[in-house]
């Protein structure tokens, strides 16, 4: 599988960025273990996971890493994968922060769950709002220089946060972001193609989005109320049970009829077939699933399949 370059980094992924919110959460320790064997096993090699997941369960989150750690410790394959985890998201315990003191006490406990002495691509997961960018950016200059992170990328920062982020390591001769995880599918495309895109091309950045299949709507398996019980996601789907939701299936069902694929692996080579992005995020908690993850890069839509899939979405 042909692995794509993160812009702006001597780092190369498989263009599948494996969404680690499930650890710990929808899936145990030992069903993590197996889906992390298959992925690696498929020839993928990138992991996204945050210090917070999953603060939902346990109040304060963690599990995810401490899992994916124990994982690379007992399989011994920590160099042959790239690994991302975040700062700044709230908890029970805490609000929104990426203020110095706790980026350094936060990056000191990541690395110690995931049982790394580096983390290659470390993110502002959240704006908190009140501390100054370059007190954010020059926590991060010192943990690149002290080697506990290799790359700083950004998440949820508003255009105009993110823009003087670039304006101020300019000025300050501080690290810049070099990758942005956008919020991004076929049913959310407003917000990243208008206030996002044109920062992307300006710096050159890498995008890895996150929700690629809108909580799981893009796989085709919510078409009425009925099916939001399904999972424990269904409730997060409601909102694309409407006219526009169901075009975007109808297209899907096309095209993944075309290709003798699922839907799911569609909407991902969607995402693949833009230029801007480098890997999308996506979570799988079984081998089915996993499988329309790995189907995705090998597909190579038409003219015509991304037109439909564009004026579906539209």
Sequence with gaps: MEKRKIKNTDLSVAPINFGGNVFGWTLDEKASFEILDQFVDGGF???????????WVNGKGGQSEEIIGKWMKSRANRD?????TKVGSETKEHGFDI?????????DESLQR????????????????TTPIEETLAAYDEIIKAGKVRYIAASNLSPE??????????????????????????????????????????????????????????????????????????????????????????ALDEISAKYSTKQASVALAWLLANPMIT???VSATNASQLKTLFEAPEIKLSPEDIELLNSASE
Excluded: C, M
């Design 45 to 55: 090699n990138f992991i996204d996971t945050a210090d917070t997941y999953s603060w």
């Design 80 to 84: 042959n994968l790239v690994i991302a």
């Design 99 to 107: 203020s110095r003191k706790h980026i350094l006490k936060s990056v």
């Design 114 to 129: 995931l049982q790394t002495d580096h983390i290659d691509l470390y993110y502002t997961h959240f704006d908190d709002h």
């Design 161 to 250: 946060r993110l823009q003087e982020s670039f304006e101020t390591a300019e000025k300050n001769n501080l690290p810049k972001y070099i990758a942005l995880q956008p919020h991004y599918n076929l049913l959310e495309r407003e917000k990243f193609e208008k206030n996002y895109a044109l920062l992307v091309e300006k710096y050159d950045l890498s995008v890895f989005p996150y929700w690629s299949l809108a909580a799981g709507f893009l796989t085709g398996k919510y078409r009425e109320e009925s099916d939001l019980n399904q999972s424990q996601r269904g409730e997060g789907v409601r909102k694309y049970l409407n006219p526009k939701g169901q075009e975007v299936l109808k």
């Design 279 to 281: 890997a999308p995020i």
